[in-house]
């Protein structure tokens, strides 16, 4: 219930955001609607200059088509075609400067004319203002069609005009053409009237011909506008795109004349910077008063809120078993008092759950020390007796072996001036044990694979051997034939393995995990006295995350593992042999 239970600080970081959210939210409404609104503005306002500045082109377009087509009509320049048909040179004379003298005209009195030329293809003849062009058959064969063409090598805008009109699909069997040519600079000239401001990027483009603009930069977003184009189509194009992160405008406008469109986008973000600039104003000072009340209520969740948790924590975990805890950072306020008097419990109840532990301990060493003193004389009594038929039998070499082995069995076993002897010393016992097992049974067979560096390691007395004899006596004897035990050793990843493993008659899976059980469970009265205590001594000595693991053989009998780690030191706990011994 407690744990549900909304905590000050939570409460005050609600009622703050309580009182926040529906003004950041109305703010945002209203925002959104003006921004809305100007969107709008802009969208409607740039397409009029769009369409202004493309009839603006398409006019000029236009006027000059129409001078092309007045000019076949002129009769001065009409007389051209005949010029091959004056008898006297000076008729010719005047005719040629009188049609240069009327293109040269109409070149002043239009800025955008570049060049007017006029063909007379049955003659073959031309006049131009470009003095230095010649007339060329296969050039006008090639060139002549209907409407603007765009020559982007020379950069320049061409109009034909033919007399008679119907044989523009066979200019070379007309009376006249005329020709028309303006450079790309006068639709450049207008495209910068139109960016006065610099924010707008106009263009022009055409899918065959490509792009007209002022700039080389921004490349790629022209080419996004244009790739809309060519989808979408159209006299009309108006749509939003982003790009890099950015949002843009973008509008297209057919010119029928030219058969160009022109295009430009403008980035939304510098239109609506005003509104933006409003906007963050109004967050940045709404997040100060945000921030002003948390840091208003991080100074009580400073000061109450978290000491408070910090001491439910800990109390749990000393709920749970976890006695060597401590709030070690305690504040400087009222709960320094309430921390030094959890620690100073904390450690009385430590000091006593160890002592109690150690009581038992020891109490379970010495019932295990009292059956083994009840074991050891039938230990003693079937050896003395194995001497006595083997010294009958003149068996001298068994009778030695048997004395050598059960001397330095009991000699070491019986030995209490090292408690934690080398694992060199406690694999000699086990030789020792292991040899006399093997003379009295016959059929026991044993192997010992424990490495030099392991042997260099100290451990509690007397660990192994109960190990050992379990195997022996629970495992081997009832087995019918002969029977192996192998007892091996490893250290790996900082951990020393002690593995006993036999191939007896072994356990069942329920009897097995039985086993496990009792081995995790607290210390009871009806729970065994050999693993049990050896499993304790390591976990008390080493750690936790030392201990004794059962498992079945692949010989079908037991394995029972020995771990803890290499460095005793590093697991905390080896100080509590010595209060313990």
Known sequence: MVRNRLTTYAKLVILIFALLVPISVLYTYSNDTTSGVVREEIFESNRKQLVFLASQMDERAEELATLAVLLVQDNIVNDFQYVK??????EVIRTRTDVVDRLMLQLTANGWIKQISVFAPRAGEMESTDRGRVFDAAALTTGVEHGWRYDRAAGEFGWFAVEPASLYGEPLKAKLVTEIRFSRSNIEDMLDNYDAGGSRKPFLYRA???MIALREDDREIRERVTSLIDEVGGAFFNRTLTYDGKEFLASAVYLPNLDWYVVDYVPLEEVLAPIVRSRNLFYSVLVSLL????????ILYRNVQLPLRELIRNMQRLKMGDFGTRIDDAPRNEFRFVFERFNSMARQIQDLVEKVYTEKLRSREATLKQLQSQINPHFLYNCLFFIQNRARLGDEQAVEAMALNLGEYYRYTTRHEKQTPLLEEEVRLLENYLVIQKLRLKRIRYEIDVPESMRKLSIPRLLV?????NAIVHGLEPKDGE??????????????????????VGMTPERLAELRRKLDEPLQEETGCGMWNVNQRLIYLFGADSGLTL???????CRVTLQWPADPSSSGEHHREERAG
């Open 483 to 504: 029977g192996r035990i192998r007892i091996s050793g490893a250290t790996e990843d900082g951990r020393c393995r002690f593995t006993i493993e036999d191939d007896g």
């Open 291 to 298: 921030l002003f009340g948390l840091v208003a209520s991080f």
């Open 465 to 469: 051997q109960p190990i050992v004899e």
């Open 85 to 90: 048909d004056y008898g006297r040179y000076t």
């Open 208 to 210: 065959r011909d490509g």
């Open 551 to 557: 498992s079945a053989s692949e010989g079908g009998g």
